[in-house]
């Protein structure tokens, strides 16, 4: 099974978080190949840097305790990024220009031909297989609809921080290439999920509980931590994350999780340790 990531070097924890839960919830003994997608753009912020090997060393470690043929493969696609979006309309994006990186996914060599992209502030409430295992043949990709987007937008908006991918079919379809032009040149509102939304050409959707970016409950395969909405005690939205271990608990109140945190808290902490060399 093939799992796909992007971000700079402050998506550890949700990386280790997300991968946690995969191996925890997953009966297969099948192995995954996890790929990470990142590059140093820190000339546009200073924070915007690559993740570091040590980082993905220590998910290597973590990842072959629970099968030792898993891999973790970090990709730099900095050069890739400057050739095509540098200074482009979307660059300054409403997150950052690391969720444009899984546009690039045809261009990198060894993409295998199905893959689940995820972002990484997302938790498998239960095995990943009832997703992997979704058929997309004939479609680019299978995605559930935003939680939002769905009433603002179009009943059959994505959220794109939830796709399996058909890499064959979106090859055929040009999909990427044709979600690259409009990134270099128009100005979007969702700028890669918005990209990735215009010029699809066949999608599968999903039932919500395989991106739920509001609820949990016992069918929810996939809780997603996005930015939402609250009402109380007055109108606000706020980004709370599962590695915000107290302010998650605190607000959701979620304890299905608990295998999971516990575990990412103690690995945590030996990650730091070895860091500072103690």
């Known amino acids: 099974m093939n799992i796909l990531f992007s971000g700079n070097d402050k998506v550890f924890d949700g990386v280790l978080t997300c991968l946690l839960s995969v191996f925890m919830r997953t009966e297969s003994r099948e192995p995954f190949k996890v790929y ?4 140093d753009v820190s000339h546009i912020k200073p924070e915007y840097k690559a993740i570091d090997d040590k980082s993905i060393e220590f998910l290597q470690q973590v990842a072959r305790e629970y099968n030792p043929k898993n891999e973790i493969i970090k ?5 890739i990024y400057m ?3 540098s200074n482009c309309p979307n660059e300054q994006c409403y997150c950052s220009p690391y969720t444009l990186l899984r546009l690039f996914m045809d261009m990198i060599p060894g993409i295998p031909d199905k893959v689940l992209y995820l972002d990484v502030d997302m938790l498998f409430n239960r095995d990943i297989q009832i997703l992997y295992n979704q058929d997309v043949t004939g479609y680019e990709y299978a995605a559930a609809r ?17 796709l399996l991918f058909n890499m064959n079919e979106c090859r055929r379809t040009l999909l990427f290439e044709k ?9 979007l509102p969702f700028a890669d999920q918005s990209a990735i939304y215009r010029s699809t050409t ?10 739920d970016q509001k609820f949990l409950n016992k069918k929810t395969v996939l809780r997603h931590f996005s930015r939402r909405l609250f009402w109380l005690p007055y109108p606000h939205t ?5 590695w915000h271990v107290s302010k998650m608990y605190g607000v959701f109140k ?14 945590k902490k030996k990650f730091q340790r070895q860091e500072s060399g103690s």
């Open 179 to 187: 979600a690259r032009e409009l990134i270099k040149t128009k100005k």
């Open 254 to 267: 979620y304890y299905e999780f608990d295998d999971v945190l516990y575990e990412y808290i103690f690995l």
């Open 202 to 211: 066949r999608k599968k959707m999903l039932p919500q509980k395989y991106n």
């Open 146 to 162: 935003d939680h939002y987007g769905k009433y603002l937008v179009n009943p059959n908006y994505i959220n794109a921080g939830m």
């Open 75 to 79: 990709v730099d696609v900095t050069d």
């Open 238 to 242: 706020d980004n709370i994350k599962q």
């Open 36 to 39: 990470v997608l990142t590059m």
């Open 83 to 85: 050739r095509e979006f």
